[in-house]
């Protein structure tokens, strides 16, 4: 539901009091320390009953995700954790993927851990807002997003996902597919667009936490806490899938570490603007790419590991020197290092359209924007 003019004069004057009143000097500091997409809709106290202002605040290569919201939404609550991948029970999260059609918010009733007998093929236009509630997807399955568009995922607990060998499940409109071998994955796009994750905590899977692949594009991966995995978000199918040359990703506002090792992200023949991040250490590498892809670091952090690799960047050795990778504005601690594009000259620029782009903060203020990183704990009648 778009928001009117009365209720945004609502939310400034709540946000004016906080600011103002002494009694709440914890809230007004936490509120001048948030991002730009925090600030959109965690200043407001009565957010649950705005669940759909979130729409509006994502920035990036996602855009704004207005196409989510609206008179049309239907709301859905998960009152029900179990999975039945062919015949899902209503009250699960899997049936609200396949027996749904057009927008739909999802929620949740309380805490609840999903084990997915299978994958869970997201479907186009849901929503799955894990606000307020304590929501594991762990253990089994976890989410595809395969040839959809316009999704939100966020405030979810991903974490221990598992190979899953080739099988059937029931996808969006009641449609048996026939998935193939996966490889564990938190989160994997195959050919979709317009895709925000934010604010989930992401973490010991098998594979993977986060794939871009196949002609993924236009997507924002924003405010999310990845920890504990060796290869964590992967931009770019393989080396000969030429298609992920038009691929453009923002990644922002993200904690990654402790215990993360590489692929943060690794990206082939796309473009990445990574700014804002928190990065916690690396094992082999934190930024790294093949194929000669455009990456932008801006304005972040990097803290070295302490007796380990200092050097940020990994380039596939085999390629010559075409490569575009540029650090602008990053802040290094412990020693840390970033190895420019040996041919020099600027960093390209992201192009954002007016509803893409946003404000670049410091890299000295990257620890308060990424404080609170990862699914929230949002108190009932209170900033989230």
């Known amino acids: 539901m778009a928001l009117t003019g009365a209720m945004q004069c609502l939310f400034s004057a709540m946000l004016i009091v906080i600011l103002n009143n002494p009694s709440l000097a914890v809230a007004r500091r936490s509120i001048e320390n948030m ?45 029900d954790p ?14 609200a993927m396949t027996n749904l059609k057009g927008k739909v918010w999802i929620t949740f009733q309380r805490d609840m851990k999903i084990k997915l007998g299978k994958p869970l093929l997201v479907s186009s236009f849901s929503t799955i807002d894990g606000r307020g509630v304590n929501v594991h997807i762990a253990n089994g399955g976890c989410l595809v997003l395969q040839r959809v568009t316009n999704v939100i995922i966020h405030g979810l607990r991903i974490h221990n996902c598992k190979a899953q060998g080739p099988g059937q499940v029931m996808g969006p409109y009641r449609e048996i597919t026939e998935l193939s071998q996966v490889d564990g994955d938190a989160i994997r796009m195959i050919t979709s667009s317009k895709i925000w994750i934010d604010h989930n905590t992401l973490y010991d899977c098998q594979d993977g936490l986060i794939d871009v692949t196949r002609g993924s594009t236009g997507i924002t991966i924003s405010n999310n806490w990845f920890r504990y995995q060796n290869k964590v978000m992967l931009l770019g199918h393989n080396d000969g899938y030429l298609r992920d040359k038009d691929m453009k990703v923002t990644v922002a506002f993200n904690h990654f570490g402790p215990s993360c090792l590489q692929r943060m992200p690794r990206v082939r023949f796309g473009y990445a603007h990574v700014v804002n991040n928190l990065y916690q250490g690396w094992g082999l590498y934190a930024i790294g790419g093949s194929m000669n892809p455009s990456i932008k670091s801006q304005a972040n952090l990097f803290i070295a590991p302490k007796g380990g690799k200092k050097e940020i960047t990994w380039r596939n050795g085999n390629e010559g020197t075409s490569w575009n990778f540029h650090s602008v504005e990053d802040v290094f601690e412990n020693g840390a290092s970033f190895s ?45």
């Open 35 to 79: 991002n730009a997409i925090d600030k959109c809709w965690r200043t407001n106290p009565n957010w649950r009953s705005h669940r759909q202002q979130l729409a509006k605040c994502s920035v990036g290569y996602a855009g704004k995700m207005i196409e989510n919201i609206g008179q049309d939404v239907m709301k859905y609550k998960v009152t």
């Open 82 to 95: 179990s999975d039945d991948p062919l015949d899902p029970k209503p009250g699960t999260l899997r049936y």
């Open 340 to 384: 420019q594009s040996d041919q020099g000259g600027i960093a390209v620029k992201p192009e954002y359209s007016s509803d893409q782009v946003f404000q670049v903060a410091d890299a000295t203020t990257v620890r308060s924007l990424t404080k609170s990183a990862g699914a929230l704990k949002c108190p009932k009648q209170s900033i989230c």
